[in-house]
């Protein structure tokens, strides 16, 4: 019904930690043990060997925001998320990880954002696409942060 699509990033970071470490630190709310600092924003609903359904909580300007998506894990290049349900009619995304030098990654984000009804559902997806963009850019200084700090820690111990 009158369907419009808008590019969602593309984001880019780069991340002085090995490949392998940030693709832990993005899958470990989803198929390993939930660091308490994610169980208030993920909820895991179902759970299988590489791809999980999962619930999002998001607070944006005061509200909190609950989408539920199927993320899936290609280890350790590519994680794709899949809306299931949410504020827009249709939403995929990819992370990619490529390794960018002795223990460095470069962590990227693109994705579509589809909304329904015509001029309002243009204006909408607009507004809504801004906005998810920018809560991927915070999730990805927080897995900047997290596997840097990782990477560091592993490096004094060994």
């Known amino acids: 019904w009158g369907r419009s699509f808008h590019r969602l990033g593309p984001l880019s970071v780069s991340i002085a930690a090995p490949r392998d470490l940030v693709f832990e630190v993005i899958r470990a709310p989803y198929l390993g043990r939930q660091p308490r600092s994610s169980r208030e924003e993920i909820e895991v609903l179902e759970r299988g060997s590489d791809m999980v359904l999962a619930a999002h909580r998001t607070r944006v300007l005061g509200v909190t925001v609950v989408t539920v998506a199927t993320v899936r894990f290609t280890p350790p290049e590519r994680v794709d998320f899949?809306?299931?349900?949410?504020?827009?009619?249709?939403?995929?995304?990819?992370?990619?990880l490529r390794d960018s030098g002795k223990a460095s990654t470069e962590l990227s984000y693109e994705g579509e954002l589809g909304s329904d009804l015509w001029w309002i559902g243009r204006s909408w997806g607009r507004r809504v696409a801004r906005t998810w963009t920018a809560v991927v850019a915070t999730s990805f200084e927080k897995i900047r942060v997290v596997a840097e700090d990782r990477a560091a820690a592993k490096s004094r111990r060994g």
């Open 82 to 96: 899949r809306l299931v349900r949410g504020p827009v009619a249709h939403v995929v995304e990819r992370f990619e």
